[in-house]
């Protein structure tokens, strides 16, 4: 239910808009308090009158509404009123406004100065989609904290068939809904999680690493913490703050120190997230000096294994623990993830690829698949927040199965 919810639904002009007034009718039907804000384009497809009657609430078009007596709908006080604003359809020509900060009509004004969280389903012919500029525009909005949902494929007005549709209303409800959701989910649930990289040390002043920057696994926790838990965040060296009232960050730098501090506190988890990428090797000896360069001569190092702390939590999981593994592969993607998934006695495997681009290392956006015993789902393209948010509705959702 939307009960009390205050909705600004912005809509452009595509031929999808015929679908937004579904969409305001069930919202409305919700209980949600809905506001149309339509762009001049649109009315050619959609008529205010519709609107504003499936909606209950005037529609709004222009800053200084003709007849209103020099009255201006304040695009300000409508971001501050909104709990959420959702754009749908979305169209390219809205969408390259928005990513460059344009505020010449009133929906892409309400946009630059909204402080609600903003939700976007983009509709377009299939080439429009797929060209790289769509795609800078839209991760430039998803980098900005936009919720994207991503266009889906089928027959498009142009005649063609091909990834470009918007998506049906009742999707778009259900990801205001989950949006909208009482931040409770994970009240009282403790959930632990890995991030970022291990350095193993070779002297003072070298170390073994590699490119996690923590991204991922804070975005985790952040998740984590909206939805109510008690979050303990073990985290290697990063530049990422988070600060909560309910986060315990426990900083490490070296695998065996990871390890130490997850075998401290695991047993009393309810869910476990293992982002990390934690170093499986680390030098045997590590000078107490820094290791001099000695002319024609190249040092061999010599490496031991660090413990696999997934694998230790994962032999010694109680059945009532939730166990999240990540595996970041470059070949052979989802059969080397199912080793993983059977091997370290997971629950489910969140598998990216080197090969995706936008996914893995230091970016914004990550492409993932969640794979458990029983099913493989694979996600599009999103910010790493919004993978976060998709990894707690898919453990929600086993959780509520099992
Ligand atoms: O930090 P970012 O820049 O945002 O990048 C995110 C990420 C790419 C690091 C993240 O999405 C990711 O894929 N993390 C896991 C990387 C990894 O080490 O994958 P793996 O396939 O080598 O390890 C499998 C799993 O075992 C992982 O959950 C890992 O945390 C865990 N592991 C691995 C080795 C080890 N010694 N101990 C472990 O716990």
């Known amino acids: 239910m939307l009960d009390g919810k205050n909705i600004l639904l912005g809509i452009t002009g595509g031929i999808a808009a015929y679908k937004s007034i579904f969409l305001t009718r069930e919202l409305a039907k919700l209980g949600a308090d809905v506001k149309v804000i339509i762009t001049p384009d649109a009315e050619q497809f959609v008529t205010p009158v519709t609107l504003a009657t499936l909606s209950g609430n005037p529609v709004l078009s222009s800053f200084v509404p003709e007849g209103a007596g020099g009255l201006w709908n304040n695009h300000v006080e409508l971001g501050k009123w909104a709990d959420l604003m959702v754009i749908a359809p979305l169209t390219a020509n809205t969408l390259s406004k928005l990513a460059s900060g344009q505020s010449n009509n009133l929906l892409v004004a309400t946009y630059l100065s909204a402080t609600c969280p903003v939700m976007v389903a983009p509709a377009m012919d299939l080439d429009m989609y797929a060209h790289p500029t769509t795609h800078e525009n839209l991760d430039k909005l998803r980098h900005h904290g936009v919720e994207v949902l991503e266009a889906a494929e089928g027959s498009l007005a142009s005649g063609l068939s091909g990834k470009g549709r918007m998506q049906e209303p009742e999707e778009i409800i259900e990801a205001i809904r989950h949006h909208l959701a009482p931040t409770e989910q994970l009240k009282d649930k403790r959930v632990l999680i890995t991030a970022g990289p291990t350095h193993e040390p070779l002297d003072p002043v070298r170390f073994i690493g590699n490119r996690s920057s923590g991204k991922m696994g804070f975005a985790i926790a952040k998740q984590a913490l909206r939805l109510g838990a008690e979050v303990t965040l073990v985290a290697g060296p990063v530049n990422a703050e ?42 045997k000896d590590v000078s107490n000096q820094k290791i001099k360069k000695t002319p024609g001569d190249a040092p061999v190092i010599e490496l031991v294994q660090n413990p696999d702390i997934l694998k230790f939590v994962g032999q010694h999981k109680k059945p009532d623990q939730f166990l999240v593994g990540f595996a970041l592969e470059t070949d052979q993607e989802v059969q080397n993830a199912r080793k993983k998934l059977d091997n370290k006695n997971l629950d489910m495997i969140v598998l990216n690829s080197l090969n995706d681009a936008g996914a893995g290392f230091e970016f914004d956006t990550n492409k993932v698949t969640f794979i458990t015993s029983k099913d493989v789902v694979e996600i599009p393209l999103k910010s790493k927040d919004e993978v976060a948010v998709d990894i707690f509705r898919q453990i929600l959702k086993l959780h509520a199965e099992s």
């Open 242 to 283: 988070l600060d909560h009232p309910r986060l315990n960050r426990m900083d490490v730098k070296t695998a065996e120190e990871m390890m130490a501090a997850v075998a401290h506190c695991y047993g009393e988890q309810d869910i476990l997230v293992f982002a990390a990428a934690v170093a499986d090797y680390r030098p």
